[in-house]
């Protein structure tokens, strides 16, 4: 098991083969929304909440809760990213992202944040296009212990990473 504090780092690591070939990434990896700011952005997730739950290509369930929305597209959120617009575009496409994302690692909970209730905060990735490169997001499920909690999509933040 990884700590905590190594998610944004293992994201790194990543490689397309762990998603498909090289030609279904390609396709995963395209964008269905486009947006490149905060309001775009939240009217489209608005939308795609009302789909929820979804299931990632690892098998994870979780919602899209209309109390997450805000935070998904918050500049504490947006400044995680490493840049504006490619976190607002993994926001408008999270349905897209969440269906394709694997979860190749499993994390400690981090001790210096309230995990009361909490099983897991599972950490998955998903390909992106963005800027003629493929790039890493990566999406954060709140994975409670009671078995009448659904999970929750937490976070996405697009992460520094290209891979190859």
């Not at 999270?94 to 897991?120: C, H, M, Q, R, V």
């Not at 963005?130 to 890493?136: L, Q, S």
């Not at 078995?147 to 190859?164: F, G, P, R, T």
Request: charged share 25%; with cysteine; proline share 4%.
């Amino acid at each position: 098991m990884e700590d905590w504090d190594k998610s944004r780092e293992k994201a790194k690591e990543i490689r397309l083969e762990q998603w498909g070939t090289l030609e279904e990434v390609m396709v995963m990896a395209v964008p269905l929304r486009y947006a490149s700011s905060r309001r775009v952005a939240m009217d489209y997730l608005k939308e795609i909440a009302l789909n929820s739950p979804f299931t990632s290509k690892s098998g994870l369930a979780a919602r899209l809760s209309k109390r997450s929305l805000g935070k998904f597209v918050s500049h504490a959120a947006v400044i995680n990213s490493f840049s504006p617009e490619a976190h607002y575009l993994a926001a408008a496409n999270i349905d897209k992202l969440y269906s394709n994302a694997i979860e190749p690692w499993e994390f400690k909970l981090n001790p210096n944040k309230d995990n009361t209730g909490l099983k897991a905060r599972r950490y998955l990735f998903a390909p992106m296009k963005f800027e003629d490169k493929i790039t890493v997001i990566k999406i954060t499920v709140k994975e409670f212990i009671g078995i009448d909690l659904q999970n929750n999509l937490y976070s996405i933040e697009a992460v520094d990473a290209v891979c190859s």
